[in-house]
Structure formats: structure tokens, C-alpha cells
């Protein structure tokens, strides 16, 4: 990983920016745990549901995965940190 080779400044505003997209990222996180533990009690309760719920589970670890590679881009180029 690349870090500056100087100290990095953010104004008020990059930093509110940086900050949102953080709380975003957190909202987006926290829904796809929600869908997570919405299927898993669907198929608890109504197994006739769990082909239909399977599909929910399996697309909710790359939507996480989606959003923290795409807030982590963001933090990376607001702070100047290259990838190798």
C-alpha cells in the first residue's frame, strides 16, 4: 500500500463529504444484515419459503462486500493511498 509522503488535510467539506459516504456505507451494511436475518426467520417460520429466501441470502454477501470496496476506494483516494 502506498501512503503519502506527506501529511494529508482534508477541508470541512471533504471531510463532511468522506463522513457521508461513511454513514452510507453503514446504512447500506446494516440493510443487508437486516434482509439476512429477515430470510433466515422466514425459512424458520414458513420453510415453504426457503428456495425463494436462499436467493435473498446469497446476494447479500456482495452487496456488502460491493459497498465496502466502494467506500474504501473513496478513503483511499481522498487520503492519497495508492494500491501497489
Avoid at 51 to 74: C, H, N, V, W, Y
Amino acid at each position: 500500500m502506498g501512503l503519502p509522503n506527506e501529511p494529508v488535510t482534508l477541508s470541512v467539506e471533504q471531510l463532511d463529504e468522506l463522513n457521508r459516504k461513511l454513514a452510507t456505507m453503514r446504512h447500506d451494511i446494516n440493510n443487508n444484515l437486516s434482509l439476512i436475518v429477515a430470510a433466515m426467520e422466514l425459512i424458520r417460520y414458513k420453510p415453504q419459503m426457503t428456495e425463494r429466501m436462499i436467493s435473498t441470502l446469497g446476494e447479500q454477501p456482495k452487496k456488502i462486500g460491493d459497498a465496502i470496496a466502494k467506500f474504501s476506494s473513496e478513503f483511499e483516494h481522498a487520503f492519497g493511498i495508492t494500491k501497489p
